[in-house]
């Protein structure tokens, strides 16, 4: 195995999904069979998830005593621990602390995947081995739910037995990539202050929308599927490793195409195709249209990637790492609220839900506008307002 960077950024990226898929991908059937839970506990189970999200500036103070490196390394077996131990605490109370537990690990490892991407790629390199890595993500996602669908068409679904396989291999992983690597020097020292720099206004604005409707497909898309068309865990698995293969083949051409039409255009073909998603999801009766509205709603995550690129073209290289992660805890802000809130206005009307979702992609759209065709440093916004001064 070579053991470069790039080689350690690809199986950190193939690591993660193993456990997080399982916990994910079991979530709602194991809430709603074994735990009795409605709309309301699970939008808490979501909101609780996001706050370690929501407090991942937190990592500019860790990165003062613990490596950006071997920080990713140990959040990602903090993660495999968190849900190995899931399957133990069928209760309400169980899985809101190992739910914690495991999203300390997933949300301060996804800051530092993105800290070091961004460090460690070129300009010209990123949209494609972005790309790559999503791919990776759905490879690994394929492998474990496809071993899962499997052996569900053979035995009863093992909670227990399930989540404490999958955490367990992402820990292990882990652990290979602690021993086998080198420490890698970093190329730009990074600043270890919090700070909020008005030249990335539109990047902050942007991931925190980014994070508002990611937390409507997360949440609810799948509890829609479980709870409205009464969807038995065989059948999310099935729609989960179909979104897997499509990734795999999808998500590399998404980062060429972002390198080749730009990062405005990009995001506008998302936005739109979200709007359309979103209005569908509110009004649709029939399962298999929801199926397909899934699958169309998870494709477009990968043009998130435009997000990260643009950011890096305009951000000073000694800024990235203290803005991963203030910009994961931007994106979280809405996350930590929407999923309970939402919850709530679920009980009472589930299609106001999307509606609301595209909503905030409709502002995003908007917003998208702003991005230069050549984003830079002195060039991160399309438009600016210019005073002249008055003439008599």
């Not at 194991?30 to 009795?36: L, P, Q, S």
């Not at 605490?89 to 070091?116: A, D, K, N, W």
């Amino acid at each position: 195995m070579t053991r470069d960077r790039k080689t350690l950024l690809y199986l950190l990226a193939f690591a993660s999904p193993i456990a997080f898929s399982v916990w994910q991908t079991l979530l709602n059937n194991f809430v709603v069979e074994v735990a009795d839970f409605t709309g309301r506990e699970i939008g808490i189970l979501q909101s609780l998830r996001e706050i370690p999200g929501f407090l991942a500036f937190s990592v500019v103070w860790v990165l003062l005593i613990i490596k950006q490196q071997n920080l990713a390394i140990i959040s990602l077996i903090l993660m495999g621990l968190g849900t190995a131990a899931t399957g133990f605490f069928p209760s309400v109370l169980g899985l809101y602390i190992t739910t914690v537990v495991m999203s300390v690990g997933f949300h301060y490892l996804e800051t530092m995947q993105s800290s070091l991407s961004l460090q460690w790629l070129s300009k010209a390199e990123a949209p494609s081995v972005l790309g790559k890595m999503i791919s990776v993500r759905s490879i690994a996602t394929l492998l474990v739910l496809g071993s899962l669908y499997l052996g569900l068409q053979v035995f009863p679904a093992n909670y227990l037995w399930v989540y404490l396989l999958g955490g367990l291999a992402t820990t292990a992983i882990g652990i290979v990539c602690w021993l086998s690597f080198p420490h890698f020097k970093d190329d730009v020292v990074q600043r270890t202050d919090l700070f909020l720099r008005k030249q990335y206004w539109l990047y902050y604005a942007l991931t925190f929308l980014a994070g508002a409707r990611r937390q409507i497909f997360t949440v609810f898309a799948g509890f829609l599927l479980v709870e409205k068309f009464g969807f038995p865990l065989e059948n999310i698995v099935l729609l989960i490793l179909a979104n897997s293969a499509i990734n795999i083949w999808f998500a590399p051409r998404i980062g060429a195409l972002i390198s080749f039409i730009g990062e405005r255009r990009a995001l506008t073909l998302e936005y739109i195709g979200l709007i359309l998603i979103f209005l569908s999801y509110s009004v649709v009766t029939d399962a298999t249209i929801a199926v397909v509205l899934y699958l169309l709603d998870h494709i477009f995550f990968s043009m998130a990637i435009a997000i990260k690129t643009y950011f890096q073209k305009i951000a000073d290289p000694a800024d990235i790492a203290a803005t991963s992660g203030i910009s994961f805890t931007i994106n979280h802000i809405a996350a930590v609220i929407l999923p309970a809130a939402l919850g709530f206005i679920w009980v009472i009307d589930s299609s106001a839900v999307f509606i609301i979702g595209a909503a905030i992609a409709l502002v995003s759209l908007t917003l998208t506008q702003l991005i230069p065709d050549h984003p830079q440093i002195d060039n991160e916004i399309r438009w600016r307002l210019r005073f002249r001064p008055m003439v008599d």
